[in-house]
């Protein structure tokens, strides 16, 4: 296995026999760490990447001040950041801090940019879920970028299948949600509409 990149916050490896890509966290084997003040003194120096970066290699970790670590994210980052650590923060912070953040974040984040959003407000199973993942269903069911012919991947169509599988998960399998898995099976693009069957037939067989 191949080391192909490294970070102050990861390193990335390559299986060429497995064709396979590996991400390890510095954050979780303790050779990389950050105090909260450091992270609030250097955050705004940090590009994207760098960002992305670290918020990548949060979830494995075992800080003793994470709570305070995606409170600052939660505060100064942006939906990117967000979706990287969006389980994390179901996992870690209260029901009652964490669930009206991915209220606003889900609701707010770009159609095609939502999907680990939406999981990770399915996964709280708050009462709140399933109102919140419908209106962003609509939200993106009405999106100009869903059915789109012109495009390798619809990722329109990607959170469309996403939502419909999470709110199924939460006991929705309603005569809407049925129609919509109908039409995204027959989506033109092979890859979204095989996304649609694989993932959603269990739900609504025949």
Known sequence: MELTRETRWSRHYNDQELQTKFFESKLADGTAAIALDELAAEWPAWDQAARLDFCEALPPARLPHMGDILRFI???GNHENWSTIGATIVKTLPIEESVPFLIQACSKCPVGKGANLFKALALSAAPEAVPTLRQCLERTWGDQT??????????????????????AQLGDRSAGLREKFKLLSQHHNALSRQNAINRLSGFFPG
């Open 74 to 76: 939660m505060k100064h």
């Open 146 to 167: 869903l059915f789109d012919e012109d495009v390798v991947f619809d990722w329109a169509a990607y959170d469309a299948v996403c939502l419909i599988e999470f709110l």
